[in-house]
């Protein structure tokens, strides 16, 4: 928290004294340079070490500086955990765009891999399916999400901001922004190596199977049929859909609606945890339970940190979508390293491996926190140290009674409470 303030106070000095609003931009990275070099006790090499008087890239030295310029309680080597979705290929269409982060971008993120999607209002996000299980979160805007159950029943509703579906592997599906303009939403699926160019599109199917065939199949003439697509739409504009309950009432016919509820809205749920530093919504299926991918959603407020933990049944893959922050990874060996991120990128953290994720900026750090598991499950560092005998706590730490006595008896999720 004191960074940021200090990193503040001195951008504020490289202003005073500076004419041209050039000269100010530049005095601006210089004393991020200078802020990140003097951010004790992390920087405790000399000047002359630490110095990098060779050609470098100030704009990301300074959104990384804890690489730039990392903890002295960094070591060695950590597989590398971050990638930015602003590095990715933004695929263009008509209707909207997707891009992917995936194992292939981020080789560590082996059971999860991500998309963001942005569709206008009408666009749309084919009919199709997935070998893989798609979780989606609402990041701006509105849509309306369509699937049949694996009994045919159909399933038609629509989503705002913040709020989630999932959609198992198989169920075929669609998404189509509603007015006024659309909206963008995180895929999350639960394949690593998961491709957005490799999913079962109903233009795609038709246009691979023989049109005698597809007209033996639905009972129609061939020359009906002569103006199907020739390849994939993937994504395509068409008009803005009428009511909802117009929708509903179609699509469910004689067989009735689903049971089965795919959508699940976010902020009707209080949340699990919450505190002066934040608060957390975890959703798996305990409360939603067509999910075999669980999930958290975290607000970190400046000054608060995600406490030190893990998960001890699977890797977590996360999404930062407001904010600053950074975090350690801790692993076998002696080895750690710290990342920084901000909005739009995606970490990972392999299983069982220790983990905190502070707000090093100015603003409510907002996170996803994604793991191939129905259930959600952590451990804390607090509540391993205080349900254990303090003696032997004590031993090993070299810590004081009332020290010990001071760390919290049960898991908070974000500090100070
Ligand atoms: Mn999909
Ligand atoms: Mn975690």
New binding site residues.
């Given amino acids: 928290m004191s960074n940021e303030s200090g990193k503040d106070a001195l951008t504020r000095r490289g202003f005073l004294g500076v004419g041209s609003a050039a000269l100010a931009a530049a005095s601006v990275l210089a004393s991020e340079k200078s802020a990140a070099q003097e951010q004790a006790p992390y920087q405790q090499k000399s000047n002359r070490s630490s110095s990098d008087p060779g050609p470098t890239n100030p704009a990301l030295d300074a959104a990384n500086p804890d690489s730039n310029s990392p903890p002295q309680t960094d070591a060695g080597g950590v597989q590398t955990f971050k990638y930015p979705f602003s590095l990715a290929h933004k695929r263009m269409q008509e209707g909207g765009w997707s891009r992917e982060v995936t194992q292939r971008e981020l080789a560590v993120s082996k059971t999860l891999a991500g998309v963001d999607m942005r569709l206008t209002a009408g666009g749309v ?1 084919e009919l ?3 070998t893989a299980a ?1 979780w989606a979160y609402m990041l701006y805007g509105t849509a309306r999400i369509t699937c049949i159950d694996a009994d045919g029943k159909s399933f038609v509703t629509d989503v705002k901001e913040n709020e989630l579906w999932f ?1 198992p592997p198989g169920i075929p ?1 669609s ?1 189509q922004g509603l007015a006024p303009d659309g909206c963008e939403f995180l ?1 999350v699926f639960d394949d690593g190596n998961f491709s957005e160019y490799e ?1 079962v599109l109903l233009t795609d199917w038709m246009a691979h199977t023989p049109t005698d065939v597809v007209a033996k199949n639905f009972g129609v003439s061939e020359k009906s049929l002569a103006s199907m697509p020739k390849k994939e739409k993937f994504i395509f504009q068409t008009a803005v859909p009428g009511p909802l309950a117009e929708d509903k009432r179609i699509a469910a016919g004689a067989l009735g609606p689903s049971p089965i509820d795919f959508a699940f809205r976010t902020m009707d749920m209080p949340p699990t945890k919450s505190n002066k530093s934040g608060d957390v919504r975890i959703i798996d299926a305990k409360n939603f339970n067509v999910t075999t991918t669980a999930a958290a959603i975290v607000t970190v407020k400046p000054g608060g940190v995600r406490e030190l933990h893990w998960h001890p049944n699977a890797d977590e893959w996360q999404y930062f979508f407001g904010g600053k922050g950074r975090m350690t990874v801790f692993t076998t060996g002696g080895r750690a390293r710290t990342m920084d991120f901000e909005t739009g990128d995606v970490g990972y953290i392999q299983k069982t491996l220790p983990h905190y994720v502070e707000n090093t900026g100015s603003t409510d750090l907002k996170f996803l926190e994604m793991f191939k598991s129905s259930y959600y499950q952590d451990l804390s560092l607090s509540e391993w140290l205080s349900h254990t005998p303090p003696e032997l706590v004590a031993a090993h730490l070299n810590l004081d009674q009332a020290t010990l006595d001071s760390i919290p008896r049960e898991e908070t999720v974000i500090m100070p409470e």
């Fill in positions: 996000r199709h399916w997935h798609e959609f599906h998404i895929l999913t």
